[in-house]
């Protein structure tokens, strides 16, 4: 039997595709303003790259911000419980998940069994988040792929003060304007952003093994702001930005 999952988030669409607690393949691409539209184009794109069709799949479970907009899904699911369980089906010994999306940070403790005890979410706010810095690089002009890598080489890092977006945005102007190296800025972008997602790390009391998942674990420079504020490694799996719908596919399996 095979099993798939469908994560619609703000920026991305991704599929998975679990067969025999396997998985088979994954699919990533822009959500654009369409979730339908973006959520059937992933999921037949890796039909096709894995030479499967619709008829071959059993279950389909949704996930994400335009998860209920996936109409050809079986069920509909939170993301904090797809992320548990693709952490978990990813290493099954995770115990602390940091998703850092594009709208919303996460932070989710798991028990022993792997299961989800408690969680702690920003999505009021977008500090901390991958649209924060997004805006910072814009800001910068600085492609946000490459923010990571330069981050890493400032040798005195800025210090943001503003937690709001587009205050921060403001230092990062001033700072510009009194030609702050771009890289010390950068870093102190990667601290403010990391410290934000501290803070509701520390409201669950999260524990080790944590894994890191979402598009910002894709992100150098961030991780190790979060290392340094969590005071422990973290582990950042090939497929972090497909963890959600990993964990969708794995649910669906167990339906």
């Known amino acids: 039997m095979i ?17 025999d607690n396997t998985l088979v393949g994954t699919r990533v691409m822009p959500t654009g303003y369409h979730h339908l539209k973006a959520g059937t184009r992933v999921f037949e794109e890796l039909m096709q790259q894995t030479g ?3 008829s071959d799949i059993r279950t389909v479970v949704a996930t994400g911000y335009g998860r209920a907009s996936i109409d050809f899904a079986d069920k509909a699911m939170t993301e904090i419980l797809c992320h548990g369980a693709g952490a978990c089906f990813l290493d099954p010994d995770i115990r602390g998940i940091i998703d850092v999306g594009g709208q919303d940070s996460k932070a989710i403790a798991l028990d022993d069994q792997g299961h989800v005890d408690n969680f702690a979410m920003n999505d009021k706010c977008a500090a901390g988040t ?21 981050g890493l080489t400032a040798d005195n890092p800025a210090k943001i003060s503003s937690i709001c977006t587009v205050f921060a945005e403001s230092e990062v102007i001033s700072m510009i304007a009194r030609q702050e190296k771009r890289e010390n800025i950068i870093a102190g972008i990667h601290d403010a ?18 894994m890191m998942t979402g598009g910002v674990a894709k992100n150098p ?3 190790a702001a979060l290392e340094k504020r969590l005071n422990q490694p973290l582990i950042i799996s090939p497929y972090c930005q497909e963890t959600g719908a990993i964990g969708a596919a794995v649910l669906a399996s167990r339906m």
């Open 221 to 223: 420079g961030m991780i």
């Open 3 to 19: 099993f798939a999952g469908i994560d619609i988030g703000s920026n991305t669409a991704k599929a998975a595709l679990i067969k």
């Open 130 to 150: 991958g649209r924060f810095l997004e805006v910072m690089a814009n800001a910068l002009e600085v492609a946000l792929d490459q923010m990571g890598d330069v």
């Open 193 to 210: 952003a990391a410290a934000r997602v501290a803070i509701l790390a520390a409201k669950i009391r999260i524990r080790g093994p944590i």
């Open 52 to 54: 499967l069709s619709r």
